[in-house]
C-alpha cells in the first residue's frame, strides 16, 4: 500500500474503468462561462489516467495532451484515439509533463491534484501555459453522510482501509488553496451520484488507492461487511453514492 503515487493505481485499471464516476456536463458549462474554455483552445490534461476528464474536453472539440506516468492507466484510454484523432498521449508527470513552454491554454487535473507536489507542478503549469491561459482543477468529492448508506460506507472505509485518513478526502478546498496560493482562485460546485448494485459497489470500492486488495489480511473481512451494508441499504437493488464535484479555477500569475 506504499507505492508511489504514479503507480498505485497499476493493478485497480479494471476497477478504474469501470466503476469511477464521470463529471457532470456542468462543468465544461462553467469553464465556458467563466474561462472563456472554446473547441480550439489547446488542453493539457494532466494525470489523465484512464481519460475519464479527456474524452469530455476531447469531445467538447479540443485538442488534448494527455499527460499520464503510469503505462496500465494510458493503455486504458489508448481507444479513445480511434474516435478522436486530436488526442496526444504524453509520458510525463505534473511536475515534469515534457510539454513545451507556452504551449496550452488550459490546464486541467481530475481527481489527481491531491498526488502532485503543489510548488513544483504549479511551476511545471506556468510555464507550459499561454500567456492568460487558465489552471483548473477538479474533484468528485464523496459524500460522507446524508442517508445511512453513506454513512455506513464511511465507517467501513474508516475500519478496513488504514491509508484512508491520510488521503486527505474531503480536503479539496485546502488542497486547492494550497496549490494555487497568492494566485488565487474561484470555486464552483455540482451534485453527482452514482447507482450500482453489490458488483458495481465492491468494484467502486476497490479501485480506491488506499483499499486493501486480495491477499491483505483487512480483504476479506472488508468485503463481508460491504456485502452486509448493500444488503441493508439497497433499494430496487441498487445503493447511490453521491458527490459534490468541486471544480477550482484560476489564471496563474
Same mark, same amino acid.
Not at 23 to 38: I, N
Given at each position: 500500500m506504499s507505492k508511489a503515487p504514479t503507480e498505485r493505481f497499476t493493478d485497480r485499471v479494471d476497477n478504474y474503468v469501470r466503476y469511477r464516476p464521470g $463529471? #457532470?456536463?456542468?462543468? =465544461?458549462? +462553467?469553464?465556458? &462561462? /467563466?474561462?472563456?474554455?472554446?473547441p480550439e483552445h489547446v488542453v493539457a490534461?494532466? +494525470?489523465?489516467?484512464? *481519460?475519464? %476528464?479527456?474524452?469530455? =474536453?476531447? +469531445?467538447n472539440g479540443n485538442r488534448v495532451f494527455a499527460v499520464e506516468p503510469n503505462a496500465e492507466m494510458r493503455a486504458a484510454s489508448a481507444l479513445l484515439k480511434e474516435s478522436f484523432p486530436n488526442l496526444t498521449f504524453v509520458t510525463g508527470t505534473a511536475e515534469e509533463t515534457t510539454l513545451p513552454a507556452a504551449s496550452v491554454d488550459f490546464v486541467t487535473a481530475a481527481q489527481a491534484a491531491h498526488w502532485f507536489h503543489p510548488q513544483q507542478a504549479r511551476t511545471e503549469f506556468k510555464r507550459i501555459l499561454k500567456p492568460g491561459g487558465w489552471c483548473v482543477l477538479l474533484w468528485n468529492e464523496r459524500l460522507v453522510s446524508g442517508t445511512p448508506f453513506l454513512e455506513d460506507y464511511e465507517k467501513l472505509l474508516h475500519t478496513y482501509c488504514a491509508e484512508y485518513k491520510e488521503k486527505r478526502h474531503g480536503k479539496t478546498g485546502v488542497i486547492a488553496q494550497e496549490f494555487f496560493g497568492d494566485d488565487g482562485y474561484q /470555486?464552483?460546485? %455540482?451534485?453527482? &451520484? !452514482? !447507482? %450500482?448494485?453489490?458488483?458495481?459497489?465492491? *468494484?467502486?470500492?476497490?479501485?480506491?488507492? $488506499?483499499? #486493501?486488495?486480495?491477499?491483505d489480511p483487512a480483504h476479506a473481512p472488508m468485503m463481508q461487511e460491504l456485502e452486509r451494508i448493500y444488503q441493508t441499504h439497497a433499494r430496487h437493488n441498487a445503493v447511490q453514492i453521491d458527490y459534490d464535484t468541486r471544480v477550482y479555477f484560476s489564471q496563474l500569475k
Open positions: $463529471y #457532470p456536463s456542468e462543468v =465544461l458549462g +462553467a469553464l465556458r &462561462h /467563466e474561462c472563456g474554455l472554446r490534461d494532466i +494525470a489523465s489516467g484512464t *481519460g475519464i %476528464f479527456t474524452r469530455l =474536453l476531447l +469531445a /470555486e464552483r460546485i %455540482f451534485k453527482y &451520484h !452514482q !447507482q %450500482f448494485d453489490f458488483a458495481g459497489l465492491s *468494484g467502486r470500492l476497490l479501485s480506491s488507492s $488506499y483499499c #486493501p486488495l486480495s491477499g
